[in-house]
């Protein structure tokens, strides 16, 4: 690859960085700025499993019908979505959009959708009470329609598993420095970020779809 087009590509994923990074404006006034990473980065990993999810959502949810009631059904459920790791859930971003009354109820539906793989990734990030905090301060619905809207996209079409990788870790590296800045420290949570990035490269690799 020629200098010039990983200058290019390097451009482009630091301005897909900001975009997303940039959802965080949705927060601005319930969470502090050295916060932001704390939505942001689990929610650009769950958007870039559902993008990667939605074109086999249906023939998954068939699928699921069909043998919810065996003891052991991943290897039908990986099958049917193309990768390791699936969703069962009826929802998708835009279905949640639908129904703003239940956002909650809805999101954490579509998230225990997820295969335990994906849960155990969610997981590390203490999601859960992420999710109550917007909840309480009426942001979930907000950030969730950002994530939906284009430039939320994170689909494997328009951005492969190793330019997601690099978007991701850009995001870790802003939220690092973010806490260095305000809080004093990089946390735990940052501290987790090299993990979580191998655990999400994982995921996708496994897929017997080229990313």
Known sequence: MSNDKITEV???IQEKATVI???ANALFGYFKPHEYGLVILPMT???RFHDCLLPTHAAVREQYEKVKKLAVIDGFLTRASGY???NTSKYTFDLLLSDPDNIEANFRDYLAGFSHNVQDVLAKFDFDN???RMVECNSL???IKEFASPKGYLGPDKIGAVDCGYIFEDLVRRFSESYDEEAGEAG???E???ALLDMLFEREQGSSFSL
């Open 10 to 12: 390097g451009v482009n």
């Open 21 to 23: 990074w940039n959802i």
């Open 45 to 47: 990993v769950v958007k």
């Open 84 to 86: 390791q790791f699936y």
């Open 130 to 132: 992420i999710i109550k």
């Open 141 to 143: 619905y907000l950030v």
């Open 188 to 190: 735990p949570f940052v």
């Open 192 to 194: 987790n970020g090299s």
